[in-house]
């Protein structure tokens, strides 16, 4: 059987096109179709005579993730496979560009980006799937849909805050963690402080959440406002802001509780039984893990989510361990929500922080290390179908205790051991003074037991 690759760089309102052999020679030179009916139609037709004229040919076809305008190609060519020979994949664009660089070539253009799709198909074989129906397309439309929402918000809270502090920049100090429900209710009546300066408090006391004391706080604030801005257009600005933001609020609210409603996904439930995964949770780590068959271990979906931890050694620079953070950030920052919601709820995660800040680590460091161990209970979950048990994690501690810090001979300095009189820096000069006491503790102490003579890292006196 013959293999040919179908290449095709996805466009808005066309596509380009190349067919290769496994050879990477064109079979079918570069041809473009608009993405209508009779472009769709054109290429059936084209691969149909194509299968006629080659009846022992296997067609393996991909379209690059662009933003959306490659769907409507990715369904049709689905829709093919009922009568053609020919498997469709969605491909991971930034692959297809580390490829295209790795053959050190320079020039890119449509014609060229289809030829690089199907030459990635014919050099990575092992990291395409094929007929993949995405089942979560729908989840992933309107989740999408919810974080441009959520983005909008952000900008008008942004422009909020920067009308507020003008027009009455006491009220901020009860918007340091964001602005409350009840701070932008009270703009909605009172945009500056002259108009709050002139409410009766116990108009102020009616707003939700403001009790009387505090509302007799606010109005007498107000009269010593310092605020630069008390016009007309301010009050107006921060009226029709402060009503975007409610609105925003609002459709946000209405949309998660219809994704959450209609998601019939078993995973999402099955993640929902961990304390601290919320329904939109969920919903976000499926749509970013998709399927737990591409992990092959828990190592490789920590790196996919960027939790690794990662060694940078450079000169007298720090010489640590830390999480690489690389990839797409959304991934870390819906851990990270779900990592700082089980400290509070999941007594498995908070004894874990809590017993890694009393060994001395930074609580922020902590709180990496609690993703990273959530990530890894999410995919034994995945992996073997069962809901969240924290005696399983437990047993699986007992069998692996924690291995205590051994200090290893370095290899680097096999030829020489570390000279005191060498003209280093004063930072390095204190790196090998702790090298040098840890080692001495660890042979001192290990066991009761004197060991000395064990060939440790070599340390000039």
């Given at each position: 059987m013959n293999y040919y690759f179908l290449g095709i760089d996805a466009s808005k309102g066309y596509s380009d096109f190349v067919m290769l052999n496994a050879k990477k020679q064109p079979v079918i030179e570069n041809f473009q179709l608009d993405d209508t009916f009779d472009g769709h139609a054109r290429l059936y037709e084209l691969l149909a005579r194509f299968n006629q004229d080659h009846p022992e040919a296997a067609i393996y076809a991909a379209v690059e993730s662009t933003g959306g305008y490659e769907n409507n190609w990715f369904q049709a060519l689905l829709k093919f496979q009922a009568s053609l020979p020919i498997k469709t994949a969605h491909l991971n664009p930034l692959g297809v560009s580390h490829n295209h660089k790795a053959d050190l070539k320079r020039n890119v253009t449509d014609k060229i980006s289809a030829q690089n799709v199907a030459e990635y198909m014919i050099a990575h074989p092992e990291k395409v799937s094929y007929q993949h129906q995405d089942s979560l397309a729908s989840l992933r439309k309107q989740w999408g849909f919810i974080k441009m929402l959520t983005k909008q918000s952000g900008q008008m809270l942004n422009q909020l805050e920067s009308l507020v502090y003008n027009a009455n920049p006491e009220i901020l100090i009860y918007c340091k963690d964001g602005i409350p429900q009840w701070v932008l209710k009270l703009l909605t009546r009172y945009p500056t402080a002259l108009r709050l300066s002139k409410a009766r408090v116990e108009?102020?006391?009616?707003?939700?959440?403001?009790?009387?004391?505090?509302?007799?706080?606010?109005?007498?604030?107000?009269?010593?406002?310092?605020?630069?801005?008390?016009?007309?257009?301010?009050?107006?600005?921060?009226?029709a802001t402060v009503k975007q933001i409610l609105d925003l609020n609002n459709t946000i609210k209405a949309q998660t509780k219809i994704l959450t409603d209609k998601c019939t996904v078993p995973e999402i439930e099955l993640l929902k039984t961990f304390n601290g995964i919320s329904d939109y949770s969920a919903i976000g780590l499926m749509l970013e893990i998709q399927c737990v068959q591409r992990f092959m271990s828990s190592k490789k979906i920590a790196s996919f989510f960027g939790i690794h931890p990662a060694y940078k050694k450079s000169g007298d620079g720090t010489w640590k361990y830390r999480m690489s953070k690389k990839g797409r950030s959304e991934p870390r920052r819906i851990l990270f929500m779900v990592a700082m919601s089980a400290i509070k709820s999941n007594p498995l995660i908070r004894s874990i922080f809590q017993q890694a800040v009393q060994r001395g680590m930074v609580k922020k460091a902590a709180v990496g290390l609690c993703m990273h161990k959530i990530l890894r209970i999410i995919y034994g979950m995945l992996k073997h179908n069962k809901a969240f048990d924290p005696e399983i994690d437990r047993k699986n501690r007992q069998k692996k205790p924690l291995r205590q810090r051994q200090v290893r001979q370095d290899k680097d300095r096999r030829y020489q051991g570390f000279d005191s009189t060498a003209p280093i820096s004063r930072r390095q000069q204190m790196k090998r003074k702790e090298r040098k006491q840890l080692s001495q503790n660890v042979s001192n102490v290990e066991c009761g037991i004197n060991q000395a003579s064990v060939p440790v890292t070599e340390l000039a006196n």
């Amino acid at each position: 059987m013959n293999y040919y690759f179908l290449g095709i760089d996805a466009s808005k309102g066309y596509s380009d096109f190349v067919m290769l052999n496994a050879k990477k020679q064109p079979v079918i030179e570069n041809f473009q179709l608009d993405d209508t009916f009779d472009g769709h139609a054109r290429l059936y037709e084209l691969l149909a005579r194509f299968n006629q004229d080659h009846p022992e040919a296997a067609i393996y076809a991909a379209v690059e993730s662009t933003g959306g305008y490659e769907n409507n190609w990715f369904q049709a060519l689905l829709k093919f496979q009922a009568s053609l020979p020919i498997k469709t994949a969605h491909l991971n664009p930034l692959g297809v560009s580390h490829n295209h660089k790795a053959d050190l070539k320079r020039n890119v253009t449509d014609k060229i980006s289809a030829q690089n799709v199907a030459e990635y198909m014919i050099a990575h074989p092992e990291k395409v799937s094929y007929q993949h129906q995405d089942s979560l397309a729908s989840l992933r439309k309107q989740w999408g849909f919810i974080k441009m929402l959520t983005k909008q918000s952000g900008q008008m809270l942004n422009q909020l805050e920067s009308l507020v502090y003008n027009a009455n920049p006491e009220i901020l100090i009860y918007c340091k963690d964001g602005i409350p429900q009840w701070v932008l209710k009270l703009l909605t009546r009172y945009p500056t402080a002259l108009r709050l300066s002139k409410a009766r408090v116990e108009s102020v006391a009616r707003i939700p959440y403001v009790s009387a004391a505090r509302a007799q706080q606010l109005v007498a604030t107000a009269k010593k406002s310092v605020a630069s801005a008390d016009d007309q257009v301010t009050e107006q600005l921060i009226g029709a802001t402060v009503k975007q933001i409610l609105d925003l609020n609002n459709t946000i609210k209405a949309q998660t509780k219809i994704l959450t409603d209609k998601c019939t996904v078993p995973e999402i439930e099955l993640l929902k039984t961990f304390n601290g995964i919320s329904d939109y949770s969920a919903i976000g780590l499926m749509l970013e893990i998709q399927c737990v068959q591409r992990f092959m271990s828990s190592k490789k979906i920590a790196s996919f989510f960027g939790i690794h931890p990662a060694y940078k050694k450079s000169g007298d620079g720090t010489w640590k361990y830390r999480m690489s953070k690389k990839g797409r950030s959304e991934p870390r920052r819906i851990l990270f929500m779900v990592a700082m919601s089980a400290i509070k709820s999941n007594p498995l995660i908070r004894s874990i922080f809590q017993q890694a800040v009393q060994r001395g680590m930074v609580k922020k460091a902590a709180v990496g290390l609690c993703m990273h161990k959530i990530l890894r209970i999410i995919y034994g979950m995945l992996k073997h179908n069962k809901a969240f048990d924290p005696e399983i994690d437990r047993k699986n501690r007992q069998k692996k205790p924690l291995r205590q810090r051994q200090v290893r001979q370095d290899k680097d300095r096999r030829y020489q051991g570390f000279d005191s009189t060498a003209p280093i820096s004063r930072r390095q000069q204190m790196k090998r003074k702790e090298r040098k006491q840890l080692s001495q503790n660890v042979s001192n102490v290990e066991c009761g037991i004197n060991q000395a003579s064990v060939p440790v890292t070599e340390l000039a006196n």
